[in-house]
């Protein structure tokens, strides 16, 4: 497997507080990504880095900013959480474009 | 119209059957991903594809470029490969675009 942990695995928050989600990579890889999973909907990209300190949004960036100061780590920052952003977030570490593609576990966030 | 679709959402199979999923998309792409979730959420990358046939034990995938067309099969399906299958493909952005995937439930 590859080596890519996310954490929390589960959290319960209130409106507008806010949330950090971290996304850990063992295997050095250039390119992550944070993607959230609703019912109804595909996988969908909201940010994503290419480096350290080089992140770029996704489709659905509204809400979320991201941080990478390292290259093992990705984090995923919700301001001021809203129960729209209630769903499942999930990592992913690759080369360009995902050729290579690893996903973290998921983390199952629920905005009360 | 979501760019990547796939059909069917949900299948049901007996154990022991021989199972296609279909994926079908409308952006010009560079490579198509099939991808498997496990309940529970995990996704591992089954195969990417840019042309032809792959085929990985009981799991072969295709992809017609000019039809804009993949399929993913399963032959003797077992009880362990129910999950979630999704497709994606890899448009000139060098993002990926999701289906929202088929669920098969694989009974014994």
């Known amino acids: 497997d590859a080596g890519i942990t996310q954490s929390p695995r589960h959290k319960v928050t209130e409106t507008g507080t806010p949330v950090t989600l971290r996304c850990h990579q063992t295997?050095?890889?250039?390119?992550m990504y944070w993607y959230r999973q609703d019912p109804g909907h595909g996988l969908r990209l909201i940010h994503y880095?290419?480096?350290?300190?080089?992140?770029d949004k996704g489709e659905v960036s509204d809400g979320y900013s991201v941080s990478r100061s390292k290259t093992e780590d990705f984090l995923l920052t919700l301001e001021s959480a809203t129960s729209s952003q209630t769903s499942v977030y999930f990592c992913?570490?690759?080369?360009?474009?995902?050729?290579?593609?690893?996903f973290g576990q998921g983390t199952r966030l629920t905005v009360v | 119209k979501n760019e990547v679709e796939q059909s069917p959402q949900n299948l049901t199979a007996q154990e022991g059957e021989f199972i296609t999923i279909n994926c079908s998309y409308s952006?010009?792409?560079?490579?198509l991903h099939w991808l498997q979730q496990h309940p529970g959420g995990g996704i591992v990358s089954l195969f990417m594809l840019s042309s032809g046939k792959k085929k990985h034990g009981r799991l072969i995938a295709t992809i017609n470029i000019q039809e804009k067309h993949s399929s993913l099969h399963i032959t003797a399906s077992h009880p362990r490969d129910s999950a979630v299958y999704i497709c994606a493909v890899r448009g000139n952005t060098d993002k990926l675009i999701f289906g929202t995937g088929t669920r098969l439930q694989v009974f014994p």
């Open positions: 992913a570490i690759g080369g360009r474009g995902l050729t290579e593609a690893f």
């Open positions: 880095s290419y480096g350290v300190k080089d992140t």
């Open positions: 952006v010009g792409i560079s490579a």
């Open positions: 295997e050095n890889h250039r390119y």
